[in-house]
C-alpha cells in the first residue's frame, strides 16, 4: 500500500498504491509509517518525496472505514513524526491532495504541486472536520480567514490559487514527483525548523473576534442545523488562541463529537449514494459499464421557453453544437438573446471565452435533419409533443435518437408514435436547467440500453448527476412530491398557516418551504396539470364534493387561490404577499388566512393546532412512503436513487441524507407506527396507508438501507 524506492542514491521515494485515490486505508496508513520509520532510520537518505500512484497524490482518509471506530495506526502521530524528522519530506502533489491528504502534505516540509492539482480540506461536507491536524496547521501557513473559509466550506482551491495562498511552494507543469526529486537535492542542506508548520507564530488579525462571530453568522445563516461547519470554527479558534499542543487535544473532541453523529453518517451516505446512482443497471443486465454510450456532437434542442434555453446553454457549454429550433420569429428572437446572454455570463463567471459559434437558431424543423440527438422541450401537452414526434420522424435521419424533457408525461406514449421506438426515452432537466444539477433519465419500457447510456452519459458531461428511472406519471421525483404537497394542503384546512408549515420544514433544514416554493415555481404549473388530469375545472365530475375526487380526499385550496389570480412571486402573490410582482421578500398574508377560516367554516372543519412533529411527520413520512412504493413498482431500483433525486432536485437537506436514509434512521418501525396513526385519521388518504415493502422490511427486522435492495421483489421492473 506504499511502495518504498531509493532514487539518485540518497533519496527515499515513498509511493501510495491504493488506487483509485489512494485513500489513507489503515493498510495504507501502516505502510507509509513503516516506510517513514525506514528512511528516517537510514544513513544513506537524505530526504524523502512522498506521491502517490496513478497521478493522484491522495484523496484523504479512507471514508468507508468511518463506518466503524476508527483502527490501526493514528495519522496524527504519522504526521507529527513526519513534521519532527531530521530531513526533509517533499510532497509531490498530482492530481488530488484532499482531507487526509493534504493534511499529509501539510506535515511535509515542502509542498510541489502539478499546475492541474487540486486541493482542500472538505471533510466538512462530511460531517467531519479536518482532524489530523489540518486546523491547527492550515491557519499557521495561511492565516485564519484563508483556512476559515477552506475548512469551513470544504471548497477545493487549485495548484494557482493554492500557490497564491501560501498553500505550496512551487507549482509546475512537469511532473510533479520529478520536480520534488529535484527539489529534494536541494533542500538537503537547508534548515529545517522555519519548515515545521506546527512551530510557526500564527498570524492572528486585530479583530479576531469579530471575525469569528461574522464567519459563525454566515454559517448558520447558509447551513442551519447543520454541526460540522460550527465545529471547525472552533477548532480553529483553538488554533488561534492555544499552543499547537492544546489545539490538537480540542480538534480531537471536537472531532469526537462529530464521528458518529447522525448528521455524519447523512452525510457520507450521500457521497456514496451519488456514486451508486451513477452506476446504473437495466434489467436486460446492461448497465453503465457494459454498454457504450454514443459520442454527441450535434444537437438540436425544440423549444427556447426555460427549459429550452438552459438546455442549450448546457449543452454549448460543453462544446457540443446546438440547433435551437422556435416557432414564431419574436420567440425564436427572445430565446436567442437569453441563451446568448446567458452563455456570455457563464464563460465571464468561468474565466473562458462563450462558444457562441455552436450556436443556430431556426425557425424549421428541417434543419435539424442531420443532428445526432433532439431534446424536445416544448409546452407539457401530450397532443402538442405526439405531434412534434411525428414530425421529428419524418425529419431526422434514421439514427438520431429522440428525448423529451416531460416533467411526468408518458414516455412510451410518445416512443409509439415515431418510427424509432427504441431510440426514444426521457431527459427530465430541473429548471433553471443550466443550474440545477439533477437529470432523471426516463427509461420507456422500448428504451434501447444505447439510448439510456447515451443520455446518461451527456448528461455527466453536462455536469449533470443523472438518475436512471423508469416512465410512470410523475417519474420519481413528482410522482413523490405530489404526496408531499397533498399534506401540506390537507394540514392547512386542518388548522396550521403556511407560514407553520414552511417554518417546520425550514428548521428541519430545507432552504425552502413547501409553499415558498410553490410560490417561487409559480402555482400555475399544478393547476395547468391539476385541470388537464380532470381535478379541477370543467371537467369535474359533478357529483364529485370539492373536497374529494375519485372517493379520495382532494384539496381545492391552490385551485382557489389561482382562481383568483395569486400565481406566487410574479403576481406579487400567492400563499404569501410580496412587495411587487416579481418580489422575493415572503409575508404572511391576512386575506390567506381569511381565505383558510372561511373554507373550514364552509365545510365544518373545527381548525386545531398542529405540532411541528406532525407537519414534519405527516409532510415526510408520506414522502417515503410513496417512496416505497416506487421501488416496490421498480420505478427506481435502489433507494440511493430516490435520494440522490430528492438531494439534487427538490431541495432536501443534504445533512438528512434524503427521504429514504432519513425514514432508515427515525426507524422504520416508527415510521410505520406514526403512517398507521395518520392513516386511521384520515383514512380518505391513500398515500398515509404504509405501504408494503415498508411493512415487509419492518417484518424482516428493519435491515440497514444499504440492504433493502434484497428485500425488494418487484413484480416486474419498469428499468
Ligand atoms: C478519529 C478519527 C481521526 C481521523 C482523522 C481523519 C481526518 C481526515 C479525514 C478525511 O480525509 S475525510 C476524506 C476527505 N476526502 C474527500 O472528501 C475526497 C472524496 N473524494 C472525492 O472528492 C473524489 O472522489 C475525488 C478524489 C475528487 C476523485 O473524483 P473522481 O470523480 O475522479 O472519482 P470518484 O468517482 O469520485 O471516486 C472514485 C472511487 O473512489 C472512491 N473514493 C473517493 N474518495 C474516497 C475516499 N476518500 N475514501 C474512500 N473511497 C473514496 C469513490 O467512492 C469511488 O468509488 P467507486 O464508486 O468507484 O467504488
Excluded at 443556430?360 to 445526432?372: E, I, M
Aim: with cysteine; proline share 6%.
Amino acid at each position: 500500500m506504499a511502495r518504498y524506492e531509493l532514487v539518485k542514491g540518497s533519496l527515499a521515494l515513498i509511493t501510495l498504491t491504493n488506487p483509485p485515490v489512494n485513500a489513507l486505508s489503515s493498510a495504507v496508513r501502516y505502510g507509509i509509517t513503516e516506510k517513514i520509520k525506514r528512511a528516517l532510520g537510514d544513513p544513506k537518505v537524505k530526504a524523502v518525496v512522498i506521491c502517490g500512484e496513478n497521478e493522484r497524490f491522495c484523496g484523504g482518509a479512507d471514508i468507508r472505514e468511518f463506518a466503524a471506530p476508527m483502527r490501526g495506526h493514528s495519522l496524527v502521530m504519522l504526521f507529527d513524526d513526519i513534521e519532527a524528522g531530521e530531513k526533509p519530506v517533499i510532497a509531490a502533489i498530482e492530481g488530488v491532495a484532499l482531507g487526509g491528504g493534504f493534511e499529509l502534505a501539510l506535515a511535509c516540509h515542502y509542498r510541489i504541486a502539478h499546475s492541474k492539482a487540486r486541493l482542500g480540506l472538505p471533510e466538512v461536507t462530511l460531517g467531519l472536520l479536518p482532524a489530523a491536524g489540518g486546523t491547527q496547521r492550515l491557519p499557521r501557513l495561511i492565516g485564519i480567514p484563508a483556512a476559515l473559509e477552506l475548512i469551513t466550506t470544504g471548497h477545493h482551491v487549485s495548484a494557482q490559487e493554492a500557490l497564491k495562498l501560501g498553500m505550496v511552494d512551487q507549482i509546475t507543469d512537469e511532473n510533479a514527483c520529478k520536480m520534488a526529486v529535484e527539489f529534494a537535492l536541494r533542500a538537503v542542506a537547508k534548515p529545517l525548523s522555519s519548515r515545521r508548520i506546527s512551530t510557526l507564530t500564527m498570524p492572528c488579525p486585530p479583530n479576531l473576534d469579530a471575525l469569528f462571530e461574522a464567519v459563525t453568522m454566515q454559517v448558520q445563516k447558509k447551513a442551519r442545523g447543520v454541526m460540522a461547519p460550527l465545529a471547525c470554527i472552533q477548532a480553529v479558534r483553538a488554533a488561534a488562541t492555544l499552543p499547537y499542543s492544546k489545539g490538537m487535544k480540542r480538534e480531537s473532541e471536537l472531532m469526537a463529537s462529530l464521528f458518529s453523529s447522525s448528521q455524519a453518517r447523512a452525510l457520507q451516505y450521500c457521497f456514496f449514494a451519488q456514486r451508486t446512482a451513477g452506476k446504473w443497471t437495466l434489467p436486460s443486465g446492461a448497465q453503465w459499464s457494459n454498454i457504450k454510450p454514443r459520442d454527441i456532437r450535434r444537437a438540436a434542442v425544440i423549444g427556447l421557453g426555460t427549459m429550452g434555453r438552459g438546455i442549450a446553454v448546457s449543452l454549448a457549454r460543453v462544446g457540443i453544437s446546438v440547433i435551437a429550433v422556435e416557432t414564431e420569429k419574436k420567440l425564436l428572437e427572445t430565446g436567442r438573446q437569453m441563451v446568448i446572454g446567458m452563455l456570455e455570463r457563464d464563460a465571464k463567471r468561468r474565466g473562458v471565452t462563450a462558444s457562441l459559434y455552436l450556436l443556430q437558431f431556426t425557425l424549421s424543423l428541417q434543419d435539424v435533419k442531420d443532428v445526432d440527438i433532439v431534446i424536445e422541450a416544448v409546452f407539457e401537452d401530450m397532443s402538442l409533443k405526439k405531434r412534434l414526434f411525428r414530425d421529428l420522424s419524418k425529419v431526422c435521419r434514421p439514427s438520431t435518437l429522440l428525448y423529451t424533457n416531460t416533467s411526468g408525461l408518458d414516455v412510451d406514449a410518445l416512443a409509439g408514435v415515431t418510427d424509432r421506438p427504441h431510440m426514444v426515452a426521457g431527459m427530465h432537466f430541473f429548471s433553471p436547467a443550466h443550474v440545477m444539477k439533477l437529470l432523471e433519465v426516463i427509461c420507456g419500457p422500448r428504451s434501447s440500453s444505447e439510448t439510456i447510456a447515451t443520455a446518461m452519459s451527456l448528461g455527466k458531461r453536462m455536469g449533470k448527476v443523472c438518475v436512471a428511472v423508469g416512465n410512470c406519471p410523475g417519474f420519481v421525483g413528482n410522482r413523490m412530491v405530489k404526496t408531499y404537497t397533498d399534506q401540506a394542503n390537507f394540514l392547512l384546512e386542518e388548522g396550521a398557516t403556511p407560514e407553520q408549515v414552511d417554518g417546520a420544514l425550514e428548521e428541519f433544514g430545507f432552504a425552502m418551504g413547501v409553499f415558498r416554493m410553490s410560490d417561487l415555481a409559480g402555482l400555475d404549473v399544478g393547476w395547468r396539470i391539476r385541470k388537464e388530469s380532470g381535478l379541477t375545472g370543467p371537467d369535474v365530475d359533478p357529483k364529485d364534493p370539492p373536497h374529494r375526487r375519485q372517493g379520495h380526499r382532494y384539496s381545492p385550496i391552490p385551485d382557489m387561490l389561482c382562481e383568483q389570480g395569486r400565481m406566487g412571486q410574479k403576481t406579487g402573490c400567492g400563499w404569501y404577499v410580496y412587495e411587487k410582482p416579481g418580489g422575493t421578500e415572503a409575508k404572511p398574508d391576512p386575506l390567506i388566512q381569511k381565505l383558510l377560516e372561511g373554507y373550514r367554516v364552509r365545510y365544518s372543519i373545527q381548525p386545531r393546532k398542529i405540532s411541528s412533529q406532525e407537519l414534519i411527520e405527516r409532510c415526510l413520512y408520506v414522502l417515503a412512503n410513496e417512496g416505497f412504493r416506487v421501488l416496490e413498482d421498480g420505478i427506481a431500483v435502489q433507494p440511493e436513487d430516490i435520494d440522490v433525486i430528492y438531494l439534487f432536485g427538490y431541495g432536501f437537506p443534504r445533512h438528512r441524507g434524503g427521504p429514504m436514509f432519513y425514514a432508515n434512521m427515525v426507524g422504520l418501525g416508527r415510521v410505520l407506527d406514526r403512517l398507521e396513526h395518520y392513516h386511521h385519521a384520515h383514512p380518505d388518504v391513500p398515500h398515509l396507508k404504509p405501504s408494503q415493502l415498508l411493512k415487509k422490511l419492518v417484518a424482516c427486522g428493519s435491515p440497514p438501507i444499504q440492504k433493502w435492495k434484497e428485500h425488494i421483489k418487484t413484480m416486474h421492473s419498469h428499468l
